[in-house]
């Protein structure tokens, strides 16, 4: 099996930083597409931002320029740098990967149990 941990999640002001983390686990034979999504209170979930096996990113409309994904594939880890945060990014965040456990399967899709992110003066 495969598990996905989120840390660095929290409470911060109104124009601050925070960088959240998710480290795969288990039975990895490679990682493709890796991502964030996230789900407003009374809302449903949401592409925040993904990078596939290599160096192409995508993002959404709403955090361009102020979010960076980035990953580590030597460590299995996926971050997202959240700057100049707003109100509105106060949400639980989740993190997925397409994961292969061996060579002859095909990527499954895990999310990480979420971690919360609010943004308030």
């Known amino acids: 099996q495969v598990q996905l941990m989120e840390s660095g999640g929290g409470s911060v002001q109104p124009g601050g930083s925070l960088r959240l983390s998710c480290a795969a686990s288990g039975t990895i034979y490679s990682i493709n597409a890796v991502g964030w999504f996230r789900q407003p209170p009374g809302k449903q979930r949401e592409l925040v931002a993904t990078?596939?096996?290599?160096?192409?990113?995508n993002y959404a409309d709403s955090v361009k320029g102020r979010f960076t994904i980035s990953r580590d594939n030597a460590k299995n880890i996926v971050s997202l740098q959240m700057n100049s945060l707003k109100p509105e990014d106060t949400a639980v965040y989740y993190c997925t990967a397409d994961v292969k456990m061996t060579p002859w399967d095909r990527a499954s899709t895990y999310w990480g149990q979420g971690i919360q992110v609010t943004v308030s003066s």
């Open positions: 990078v596939i096996s290599g160096s192409s990113t």
